[in-house]
């Protein structure tokens, strides 16, 4: 069992957006501005999209944005493209002692 | 900025094996080093990392490893290891490294261990 809960599956049509939760407790998703989303293409290693809750790396369209509210943080894609369909996971710092907390995943189809 | 995992193959339960990450293309003694794992047809599980020197080079584990598995790195070599012992059917998996403590970029191709009789 995940430290944090992600919907499994989500799901839109090309152009549209499609929002990811990520649900963890005070300890982790809310109590630190460290929330990190990764995108897993099937037999791939996964890659950074978004760092501190909102923040998004070099190269990263400015399609993914990253949020925060309480204990949970979310990863909208906007203007869905078919090579955005992939698994989707998210991470949390949670602590010195209590090292990698991710989420277990959301798989994202593009209809 | 890469990061290249080697090292993992097929070992009956109870063996050991090493697995290496060699890192290019930034200054390796700067960051914290992670390890995580993906067993077939599930999601990421964090093994462990082990903090940059300047921070004491100190590690943390998942529980489902501590006491078995061990990370070291060797900064003059820019590599990380995961020092795997007492192997388990349940230790199957793909094995990532990649840079950093609580964000992590970028990640390896990773290498795949497989435990079995």
């Known amino acids: 069992q995940s430290a944090l809960t992600q919907p499994p599956s989500a799901s839109g049509s090309p152009g549209q957006s499609v929002t990811i939760s990520c649900t963890g407790t005070?300890?982790?998703?809310?109590?630190?501005?460290?929330v990190s989303w990764y995108q897993q293409h099937p037999g791939k290693a996964p890659k950074l999209m978004i760092y501190?809750?909102?923040k998004r790396p070099s190269g990263v369209p400015d399609r993914f944005s990253g949020s925060k509210s309480d204990n949970t943080a979310s990863l909208t894609v906007s203007g869905l493209q078919a090579e955005d369909e992939a698994d989707y996971y998210c991470?949390?710092?949670?602590?010195?002692?209590?090292?990698?907390?991710f989420g277990g995943g959301t798989k994202l189809t593009v209809l | 900025v890469q990061l290249v995992e080697s090292g993992g193959d097929l070992v009956q339960p109870g063996r050991s094996l090493r697995l290496s990450c060699t890192a290019s293309?930034?200054?390796?003694?700067?960051?914290?080093m992670s390890w995580f794992r993906q067993a077939p047809g599930k999601g990421l599980e964090g093994v462990g990392f082990?903090?940059?020197?300047?921070?004491?080079?100190?590690?943390e584990y998942a529980a489902s490893v501590k006491g078995r598995f061990t990370i070291s790195r060797d900064d003059s070599k820019s590599i990380a290891y995961l020092q795997m012992n007492s192997l388990k059917v349940e230790d199957t998996a793909v094995y990532y490294c990649?840079?950093?403590?609580?964000?992590?970029?970028?990640w390896g191709q990773g290498t795949l261990v497989t435990v079995s009789s």
């Open positions: 990649t840079r950093g403590g609580y964000s992590y970029s970028p």
């Open positions: 293309g930034f200054t390796f003694r700067d960051y914290s």
């Open positions: 082990i903090r940059r020197e300047a921070y004491g080079g100190t590690t």
């Open positions: 005070s300890s982790d998703v809310g109590g630190y501005n460290y």
């Open positions: 501190e809750v909102t």
């Open positions: 991470s949390s710092y949670a602590g010195s002692n209590n090292w990698g907390v």
